[in-house]
């Protein structure tokens, strides 16, 4: 065993050990639900649905007893929870399904605040343009980073592995975000800022990536293609020997970013589906299959008079996260649209398979002084005001923006300078900025909704890492 290898591996075993042992700390089962994973993702397609359906008996009996809101639907569709089979598919379609703005306005009606853990408040992007504030418990947190780390090891990624996150950012770093950078350190997880992406900043990406070593690389799929783009113009050798996987996340993945970044990491790409509200949702595996993470989410696929469609036919993902004890979103529409495989996993998993997820999409930002930023750079500004029901941002030039707000009940006069001062902050002092309140925010000429728009081209090397290809 060489030298690097020989640590590298010791490394891997510290890092381990030290998440391990914060996870107990925090009282999330991560560990224990891995190995679990590891086991459910090999039982056939009737056993997990059997799995599905005990696991929704017990989400269903605790937003009966805890949840208000839920409980008055359940009581309604008169479903028994007495026994102890599972709840069927067909039993579940009895509820009626649940939206962002339930989810928003009956918040307190839903949340089980003493759940074991704690419930702890948090937020969506805010990319569909609506942010939401909701709570999740230690159950879902756990089951987040449990399938993660079980979708890397289909990739040959260990728990404690390096890995690089080309992720966003705060406006302003506070001591917790001070500990969690050192937390990111014990864990081999070094997070570089999608947010400060100028041609300077991503040079030196380029050799923090290469001093680092990872085995993997996540982030963005429109910010690793953009470093991807960057790095190819400089000529730079990306080609790491360690490096397993390219992971992608947070919006679609279209086919020249892949083969962008493929081309110049060397290794394949596996793209990621999930949301902050429903969580991890399905991941990419060896051989190019989206796999649903099953035993955590129950997956309708609706049809616009809310009808079930077929394996191999497109319509809104409609979700019930079965690990959601804080604040249950059963039958959740997220917003997204899906298509199910008419397939099994090649590999023999019986997990659902994705063949396709057609999410939204939001243009790069550019500063004045060159720096490109992802759009969430400005979603999280907008998400952090109470009282934005929708929103939508664009930018004209790099020193003009407009902002649309559609206020709700909890909006404030105030929310106009907050808004403005955490957009200063992101974009400059020198820009200028239009914030309107509207009634509502119609949809662009191609019938898509759109919340970050940006008119500043990007330079013709780095159009490739943007949805448009180039022709």
């Given at each position: ?241 360690g490096l397993k996987v390219v992971c992608t996340t947070g ?71 079965l690990e959601s004890f804080a604040q249950p979103f059963i ?141």
């Amino acid at each position: 065993m060489s030298r690097h290898l020989g640590n590298t591996t010791r490394g891997r075993v510290g890092a381990r050990a030290f998440y391990a042992s914060q996870e107990w700390l925090l009282r999330r089962p991560t560990f224990r639900y891995l190995s679990e994973l590891e086991r459910t993702q090999w039982l056939s397609r009737e056993e997990i649905e059997l799995l599905q359906g005990t696991k929704l008996r017990s989400l269903l009996r605790i937003a009966r007893d805890h949840c208000p809101w839920h409980a008055e639907h359940i009581a309604e569709a008169a479903i028994d929870l007495d026994g102890d089979g599972p709840v069927s598919i067909e039993e579940l379609r009895q509820l009626p399904w649940m939206d962002k703005v339930e989810a928003q306005d009956n918040r307190d009606r839903m949340a089980w605040q003493s759940v074991p853990g704690g419930a702890f408040k948090y937020n969506t992007g805010g990319s569909s343009g609506s942010p939401l504030i909701f709570y999740f418990g230690r159950w879902r947190q756990a089951s987040d980073a449990a399938g993660r780390m079980r979708a890397r090891r289909w990739w040959g990624v260990e728990p404690g592995d390096r890995e690089v996150y080309l992720w966003g950012a705060p406006v302003e770093l506070s001591k917790t975000d001070r500990m969690k950078t050192m937390r990111d350190r014990l864990l081999n997880q070094l997070v570089l800022n999608a947010f400060e992406m100028s041609p300077w900043q991503m040079d030196i990406y380029i050799e923090k990536i290469r001093a680092y070593q990872p085995t993997c690389i996540y982030g963005y799929a429109s910010s690793i293609a953009l470093l991807a783009a960057h790095a190819k113009e400089r000529r730079a050798d990306m080609r790491l020997p360690g490096l397993k996987v390219v992971c992608t996340t947070g919006e679609p993945l279209y086919p020249p970013q892949r083969v962008l970044i493929e081309e110049m990491f060397g290794v394949p790409v596996a793209n990621e589906f999930g949301s902050r509200d429903i969580g991890f949702t399905a991941h990419e595996a060896p051989g190019g299959q989206m796999l649903l993470m099953s035993e955590s989410i129950i997956l309708e696929v609706l049809d616009e008079q809310d009808r079930p469609v077929p394996p191999g036919e497109t319509g809104e993902a409609v979700m019930t996260a079965l690990e959601s004890f804080a604040q249950p979103f059963i039958r959740y529409r997220t917003g997204d649209m899906v298509r199910v495989a008419d397939e099994s996993c090649r590999a023999g998993r019986g997990l659902d398979v994705i063949s396709e997820v057609l999410g939204r999409t939001t243009d790069f930002v550019v500063r004045a002084d060159g720096t490109i930023m992802h759009a969430l750079a400005l979603i999280y500004v907008m998400r952090a005001v109470a009282g934005v029901g929708e929103f939508k941002i664009v930018q004209h030039s790099v020193d003009h923006i407009e902002v649309l707000v559609v206020p709700n009940a909890g909006w404030l006069e105030s929310g106009r300078t907050e808004i403005k001062t955490g957009l200063y902050k992101r974009l400059g002092l020198d820009i200028r900025i239009d914030l309107r309140l509207v009634e509502s925010i119609p949809a662009e000429a191609s019938g898509k909704h759109r919340y970050v728009v940006s008119r500043v081209p990007l330079s013709d090397h780095l159009k490739v890492a943007t949805r448009v290809p180039i022709n």
